[in-house]
């Protein structure tokens, strides 16, 4: 399956420039982050209340699931605390190119129209649990690169 050029296989360079952005809220092993990019969406049958979950713990299982990263370390940061959110230069592997029509309703906007489910390049290729899915057209200014 192909979409907008990405096909299964694709080895990809991800990057996102760092924005700041505001601790909303710590609630046990997460810090909850005001996402600086979405918005969210009225006509929506989910509710997205704004904030975007990280666990706290920088040796947690669930980083290896997200290609965001958090300065200063999220473990040192305390509720209206401000950060910063990017994406460092990261390779990955497409494991699937999901096209919607109409867009998708996640409970934020603008809804995507393509979804790429991606894995690490790395030693979790093979994990079927592993990976994450980005949204090209999505409000975040993710920089895709073909490699």
């Avoid at 909303?24 to 904030?51: L, T, V």
């Avoid at 965001?68 to 999220?74: A, K």
């Avoid at 605390?81 to 409970?107: E, N, Q």
Wanted: net charge negative; with cysteine; proline share 9%.
């Amino acid at each position: 399956m192909s979409e907008r050029g990405f096909q299964v296989g694709d080895h990809l360079s991800l990057e996102c420039a760092p924005s700041d952005a505001e601790v909303s809220k710590i609630a046990g092993r997460y810090a909850f982050i005001a996402w600086p990019w979405r918005e969210a969406d009225p006509r929506s049958q989910h509710r997205w209340n704004g904030q975007v979950a990280f666990p706290r713990s920088s040796d947690s299982f669930e980083w290896l699931n997200t290609p965001w990263r958090i300065e200063p370390d999220v473990g040192m940061l305390e509720e209206g605390d401000v950060c910063m959110v990017g994406i460092p230069s990261t390779r990955v592997i497409v494991r699937a190119v999901r096209s919607y029509d109409p867009a998708k309703d996640l409970g934020w906007l603008p809804r995507p129209s393509v979804g790429l489910s991606v894995v690490p390049v790395g030693d979790f290729e093979d994990d079927d649990e592993a990976g994450y899915m980005i949204y090209p057209d999505g409000a975040e200014p993710i920089i895709i690169h073909q490699i």
